[in-house]
């Protein structure tokens, strides 16, 4: 079993920056990749960006350049940075971890992002 907890979401201002948290825990060494992944009211669930075990990312192609998904290995910790915020990135973030076959995802965290 992997345990996600993000943190880092909030209400910020059109233009501003935050840094999404997501921590694993538990069964770790399973995790071949984790992501964030995004929920706005109303529509489905999005992929935002992903990243491997050896480092490679992927993002949505919309969102290339404004938000940067890193990691810190020995603290089992992915981040995501987002910068120039826009009130249509207002969503439910979710960080998922994925690994021999089963995926695991975390409670959520709220970003407001307001005009």
């Known amino acids: 079993q992997v345990q996600l907890m993000e943190s880092g979401g909030g209400l910020v201002q059109a233009g501003g920056s935050l840094r999404l948290s997501c921590a694993a825990s538990?069964?770790?060494?399973?995790?071949?990749?984790m992501g964030w992944y995004r929920q706005a009211p109303g529509k489905q669930r999005e992929l935002v960006a992903t990243?491997?075990?050896?480092?490679?990312?992927n993002y949505a192609d919309a969102l290339k350049g404004r938000f940067t998904i890193s990691r810190d290995s020995a603290k089992n910790t992915v981040y995501l940075q987002m910068n120039s915020l826009k009130p249509e990135d207002t969503a439910v973030f979710y960080c998922k971890a994925s690994g021999m076959s089963r995926d695991y995802w975390g409670q959520g965290t709220q970003v407001t992002v307001s005009s």
């Open positions: 990243i491997t075990r050896s480092g490679s990312t």
């Open positions: 538990g069964s770790v060494l399973f995790i071949s990749v």
